[in-house]
């Protein structure tokens, strides 16, 4: 038997069954696979995204298989005043008072001074799905991390009025079972160099509060930069555009290549991820379940068919097209421009393409589609915004690296070792998803001089080392 998407259930969910209206694309939550946006206007969630740094309870709620832990300031004071004896009433209100300044933030949440409390970061549902997002598509459960995520979160610091603190927290709760992760990963070449990073950082346990949000930030952004150059390219497994970033401290013109393939090349792209999110919905909706395949996993699916597999797919494909097509389109000039043309060469994938084609032409060209698709773009674009993009003034946006993400970037690149090649580092950038031009490289050969890190080998020619950043 081949593949067949259940027809009657894409109607229904997409409001398809009555002609005379026009159909709703707003896949459930539940089943989204990419990413974890939502529809609503940005003035709605502009705030949730500037607190990103919240989502880091969720997903350490994952790390250690837990859920996100209601914590009581009123409850927790009393019980640590209760466990210490005080020989006046004034001393016990000097005590709060410490307590309150070192161990609490102004909004009066705990302060994130010991990973363990980081399970504790209370925050709006967003974020506790993005931290939950970030979780799916960045750790890999398969990595053998021994050991040290439970000696980080359990790390006692040896100062008696911090491990206090520490013992009279509420009690986490261990799930039974592992969570099974919803979204799917889109950027396996990224993920593998992130569980690298999240090692050495856990092996350093007392930076690890002040670096895991910095990581996470940026693995969040080099993730769906190539997630969706790899979205984009379907079921082509030729090389997605590499992304070029240049630093906060440098001067930018048009015509570099870190300018036209930085955020240039990559504002348009970003637009595709609601077109993709809706097609790959669609396409798992089968009559046997809803399924969570990839384009890539249900290429696979198809190379095992047999010829009566293959024949009853594609039939099945085509109806949706078809239904898809005739549900949205109307008498619109856009039509009329409208041409699909592939290089593929399976006509089961044909459809697929087919199918995405119409959603994402209808997402470009009409109104309120356009709306909800900007919606999509608007959640990257805000977090991009306000850390990772830098206004050149006429000529618009470029990704952008502070000197804390260099810092932090370059530590991880040359880990363990006392120092390393340039070359090395530019390299090891690259492979998480950083391009540098000319002009960067050069730039950041000033940085690391002003650090004093920069060294070089009198037998060596024009080799360049980089010392360890500590």
Request: with cysteine; hydrophobic share 35%; aromatic share 12%.
């Amino acid at each position: 038997m081949g593949y067949k998407i259940d027809i009657s259930k894409v109607k229904k969910d997409y409001s398809m069954k009555d002609p005379t209206k026009k159909p709703t694309h707003k896949p459930k939550t539940k089943d989204k696979l990419i990413v974890p946006y939502n529809v609503r206007p940005l003035k709605e969630h502009k705030d949730i995204i500037k607190r990103f740094d919240e989502c880091i309870g969720a997903f350490c709620c994952n790390l250690l298989n837990c859920n996100v832990t209601e914590f009581n300031k009123e409850v927790f004071f009393s019980d640590i005043i209760n466990s210490v004896e005080f020989e006046t009433e004034n001393d016990k209100e000097k005590f709060k008072e410490v307590v309150s300044t070192i161990f609490f933030d102004e909004d009066k949440g705990i302060a994130k001074f010991h990973p363990k409390v980081l399970v504790y970061s209370m925050t709006e549902e967003e974020n506790i799905e993005m931290g939950n997002f970030l979780y799916d598509v960045l750790f890999d459960e398969k990595e053998n991390y021994g050991k040290c995520i439970e000696e980080v979160f359990e790390n006692k610091t040896g100062n008696v009025l911090t491990d206090l603190i520490l013992d009279k927290l509420p009690e986490v709760a261990i799930n039974s079972e592992k969570k099974k992760k919803q979204y799917k990963n889109f950027a396996e070449e990224i993920t593998s160099v992130f569980n690298e990073d999240l090692k050495y950082l856990l092996k350093g346990k007392r930076n690890f509060c002040s670096q895991i949000v910095t990581l996470l930030k940026f693995y969040y952004v080099v993730y769906i930069l190539r997630a969706v150059g790899n979205l984009n390219n379907m079921f082509d497994e030729k090389e997605v555009p590499l992304i070029y970033f240049t630093f906060d401290w440098e001067k930018v013109s048009k015509g570099r290549i870190g300018y036209e393939n930085g955020w240039c090349l990559v504002e348009n792209a970003i637009n595709s991820l609601r077109s993709h999110e809706i097609c790959l919905n669609i396409l798992n909706c089968s009559e046997a379940g809803h399924n969570n395949y990839t384009y890539k996993e249900f290429k696979e699916l198809v190379s095992k068919m047999n010829d009566d597999e293959k024949l009853e797919t594609w039939q099945n494909l085509s109806e949706v097209v078809a239904m898809y097509e005739a549900a949205i389109k109307d008498e619109n000039e856009y039509w009329t421009e409208y041409e699909f043309d592939s290089d593929t060469e399976d006509d089961i994938l044909v459809e697929v393409e087919k199918l995405y084609g119409l959603i994402h032409n209808h997402h470009s060209k009409v109104t309120n589609a356009i709306e909800l698709s900007r919606r999509y773009y608007d959640w990257f674009f805000e977090f991009c915004r306000n850390n990772f993009l830098r206004n050149r003034g006429r000529n618009g946006m470029t990704l952008n690296l502070t000197e804390e993400y260099v810092i932090l970037l370059t530590k991880l690149c040359i880990k363990d070792e006392q120092k390393v090649r340039l070359q090395y580092i530019i390299k090891e950038l690259e492979r998480r998803g950083v391009y540098l031009d000319k002009d960067s490289r050069n730039r950041l050969i000033d940085f690391y001089q002003r650090l004093n890190v920069l060294e070089k080998k009198s037998d060596s020619g024009d080799a360049l080392y980089v010392r360890s950043i500590l």
